[in-house]
T-cell receptor, first 111, second 113 residues
């Protein structure tokens, strides 16, 4: 079992829909990242969370440390949101500063 | 403009021919890292560096070397590349550790024949 599991693997939505992508992890963490990978391949950091909730425009990220779970929400989705969304965690209790990644969620938003 | 620059963007080469992928950041970041991305496996960390002259292994370090002689540069060296190192490689940096937002380079697509 991977340390970081994302669901769903693929998601197709209609423009305007509310979207949720989930990330579950099996280890104690000190930080969780949400990344966006554009169709051209570039990767952008969306959020870094250690607790609670963060909001940026139409994107909202939440984390529940006790349940080892995070969600990324997109409100009023738009075709330009089509991308791969990747969750990554920094584990606690390990020496150094490694990041472990989920496999990503491919989101397609149709007009 | 704050950025992480990787070179080359694309490279096709042959087995056994030493190559270096360069990575440079202009944000005075302490933390730098290399990742490879493969279909079905996602991103995996190869090596990271917490500061000058401090490097450590990630999850898949075999077949790779790195060095951090200057704060801004973190080259990835493949001494004897093999076809299983064909992949998309990303360099990233952050201000101090993996607990800060990561800034990614544009990626290097490497093909080893």
């Amino acid at each position: 079992k991977n340390e970081v599991e994302q669901s769903p693997q693929n998601l197709t939505a209609q423009e305007g829909e509310f979207i949720t992508i989930n990330c579950s992890y099996s280890v104690g963490i000190s930080a969780l990242h949400w990344l966006q990978q554009h169709p051209g391949g570039g990767i952008v950091s969306l959020f870094m969370l250690s607790s609670g909730k963060k909001k940026h425009g139409r994107l909202i990220a939440t984390i529940n440390i006790q349940e080892k779970h995070s969600s990324l929400h997109i409100t009023a989705s738009h075709p330009r949101d089509s991308a791969v969304y990747i969750c990554a965690v920094r584990s606690m209790g390990t020496s150094g500063s490694r990041l472990t990644f989920g496999e990503g969620t491919q989101l397609t938003v149709n007009p | 403009e704050a950025q992480v620059t990787q070179n080359p963007r694309y490279l096709i080469t042959v087995t056994g021919k030493k190559l270096t992928v360069t990575c440079s950041q202009n944000m005075n970041h302490e933390y730098m890292s290399w990742y490879r991305q493969d279909p079905g496996l996602g991103l995996r960390q190869i090596y990271y560096s917490m500061n000058v002259e401090v490097t450590d292994k990630g999850d898949v370090p075999e077949g790779y070397k790195v060095s951090r002689k200057e704060k801004r540069n973190f080259p990835l060296i493949l001494e004897s590349p093999s076809p299983n190192q064909t992949s998309l490689y990303f360099c990233a940096s952050s201000s101090r550790t993996a607990d800060q937002p990561q800034h990614f380079g544009d990626g290097t697509r490497l093909s080893i024949l």
